[in-house]
């Protein structure tokens, strides 16, 4: 894919906004997705969504989150993006300290380990993401320079 044309930093406000932003909708989103089973809100400007749920490395409790995804065979391979934020979102974080996870696509939910890619894999997975969500080009050039958009793979466990 193409890099779009010169996109910005977003500034500090734009980022407390979009953080506002994504926690409030995306709650919302998991509430309708999980009542309706995967029927409704399973979609983002074209792209699939799944629920993710993790463990809050700071409270232990469960965190579910809606995110974009590809399946690569029994994997799920998502960008912890956060829409081209300058630090890394939430659930990014938790998987590093309890990678073991939940994911729902649909009405199927899966336990499932995290792992960051290698280079090798997301050399694979970043076009294949990209065509799934073009706004993820904008999202890397807009984290140029300020950090790295870690592609995550979910294996089943077991």
């Known amino acids: 894919m193409s890099q779009p044309a010169e996109v910005k930093r977003f ?16 709650s919302l989103q998991v509430l309708v997705y999980e009542l309706s089973g995967g029927r409704l809100w399973n979609t983002f400007l074209g792209g699939q969504v799944a629920i993710l749920t993790t463990t809050g490395r700071k409270s232990g409790k469960r965190r579910k989150v809606p995110l974009l995804y590809i399946e690569d065979g029994e994997r799920v391979v998502m960008a912890a993006s956060k829409g081209g934020m300058s630090v890394a979102p939430v659930w990014f974080r938790n998987i ?11 009405n199927r939910a899966r336990d499932m380990q995290a792992r960051i890619a290698s280079e ?14 073009p706004g993820f080009a904008e999202y890397r050039a807009r984290c140029e320079g300020v950090r790295h958009i870690p592609v995550v793979v979910f294996e089943p466990l077991g």
């Open 96 to 106: 590093e300290s309890n990678p073991r996870v939940r994911i729902q696509i649909g």
């Open 120 to 133: 090798a894999e997301e050399r694979t997975y970043w076009p294949r993401l990209e065509a799934m969500y």
């Open 11 to 26: 500034t500090a406000g734009q980022e407390k906004f979009g953080t506002w932003f994504i926690r409030n909708i995306g």
